[in-house]
């Protein structure tokens, strides 16, 4: 959609179940969806039902009130909230002659219209060529000037069967070129595990990305819409009271994200498994945002990082309606910490709060080592945080707080390591995850 030289007439529809009964404003997100992908929402219509409508989801009902609406505001596309199945989309495309496209095939098409980096291109091709195999109705025969040739077509092919063949020989090459990308990543995120890393994960929208300009002055992208982060960016955060660390800025998740998605951007995502600690930034000014904090565990989950140490952070407490709903949040999840990252309120909290969970992965040891080993001392300058040293005769005391990942590459006979009791009583518990089960 997001191609079209003007702006396409759209209406938006969505089907609501027994448990969507309290979700607050059900066609905002769909709106904002539609308007992201470049369409003008003229209309919007919702409907109750236990179970879709085999033939249309909708049933025939709704099917005649939705050509009436299509006719009134000639409209050029109807989207739907839901997942349809290729007959579905068919069937009422022929009742209402407009165009159909479900809540997978919107999200899709947004995606690919933000990809910049080589990386997030692959990953959007890949879950296009996926999501679009079984509906595949002559869509890529464009392909044949380049992977098939003469003599490959057998007698009596159709050119359907044609064009299958070629978008699953595609999806084989797009799956071996990410699986290259996704082990490049992993190499480079081993290189920097020097450095304790934190990574920003949340609901589209919920100011990551502002959040990471006004903690490093990354200059990233932050624009008011859904889906403007595609691509992880990584940048120096000096942390009060600590010292420097990476901080990550990765793609936003949403509601029902599209298992083909998920899939593909596991090599954009390499950064948010690898990390050290996750920051979830969720908006305190959206009516939805339990639901929202509830889908991005699920995505958490679903990606296997969901037991990471993780912070929820508040963000967006200036705008309206943000206090009352930060009370709500709190019942919940009683460390969640408020924030602005518009007007930097609840930072230096942020900081406390961010600096004690770090610490959490840290082992405060005393090292007694021989006046000649300079190298164990440089390492650990370079890899810890180092408190104090005490020189004697014969050997120097190193106090120092080292990540412990490294406590295996330290060979210093057990005798003359100390570990010392850090105060836990501060430290931040990690959030319940089986809260939003």
């Given at each position: ?21 309290e ?49 009134l ?6 989207v ?22 479900d809540?997978?095939?919107?999200i ?20 296009q ?34 064009d ?39 609901y ?20 008011d ?28 998740f ?15 995502l ?19 945002v ?19 140490d ?6 967006k ?30 930072f230096?909290?942020?900081?406390d ?27 650990l ?10 020189y ?40 319940n ?5």
């Amino acid at each position: 959609m997001s191609t079209q030289s003007h702006k396409e007439v759209c209406i938006v529809a969505r089907v609501l179940d027994t448990a969507d009964s309290e979700v607050p404003n059900p066609l905002d997100e769909l709106t904002g969806l539609a308007e992201t992908a470049g369409t003008e929402v003229v209309a919007g219509i919702l409907q109750r039902r236990i179970s879709p409508d085999q033939r249309t989801y909708i049933g025939k009902g709704k099917v005649d009130e939705l050509k009436q609406l299509v006719k009134l505001h000639k409209a050029d596309v109807v989207v739907f909230d839901n997942d349809l199945s290729p007959a579905q989309s068919r069937n009422i495309e022929k009742e209402i002659e407009a165009k159909v496209i479900d809540r997978t095939q919107l999200i899709l098409d947004i995606f690919a219209n933000n990809a910049r980096t080589y990386e997030s291109r692959l990953a959007v091709e890949l879950a296009q060529l996926e999501y679009s195999l079984p509906r595949l109705k002559r869509m890529w025969t464009h392909l044949s000037r380049q992977t098939m040739g003469v003599g490959m077509r057998g007698p009596g092919e159709k050119q359907l069967e044609v064009d299958r063949r070629l978008a699953v020989k595609r999806i084989h090459e797009l799956k071996e070129e990410l699986k290259k990308v996704e082990q490049r990543r992993q190499r480079e995120v081993a290189a920097r595990r020097d450095r304790m890393t934190v990574s920003l994960v949340g609901y589209t929208n919920a100011g990551k990305s502002t959040l990471m300009n006004a903690l490093t002055d990354a200059n990233v992208e932050a624009a008011d819409k859904l889906f403007a982060t595609l691509d992880t960016r990584t940048r120096r955060w000096q942390l009060p009271g600590w010292g420097p660390v990476l901080l990550s800025d990765t793609v936003g998740f949403i509601r029902d994200l599209p298992h083909h998605l998920i899939a593909s951007f596991r090599a954009t995502l390499e950064e948010a498994r690898e990390a050290d600690l996750l920051m979830h930034v969720a908006d305190a000014s959206n009516p939805a945002v339990l639901q929202q904090i509830s889908s991005v565990y699920s995505v958490l989950k679903e990606l296997g990082i969901e037991e990471k140490d993780t912070l929820l952070v508040l963000n967006k407490i200036d705008r309206p309606g943000a206090d009352e709903r930060c009370i709500q949040i709190q019942q919940r999840y009683p460390n969640a910490i408020r924030i602005s990252a518009h007007s930097r309120e609840g930072f230096p909290e942020l900081a406390d709060k961010v600096s004690q969970a770090l610490s959490r992965e840290f082992a405060h040891i005393r090292v007694r080592l021989p006046l000649a080993d300079g190298k164990t001392v440089a390492w650990l300058t370079q890899v810890g945080e180092v408190l104090k040293k005490d020189y004697q005769e014969d050997h120097v005391s190193v106090e120092v707080r080292v990540p412990k990942r490294h406590m295996g590459k330290l060979h210093v006979p057990a005798g003359d390591v100390e570990h010392i009791e850090s105060d836990s009583s501060t430290a931040t518990p990690k959030i319940n995850h089986e809260e939003v089960a």
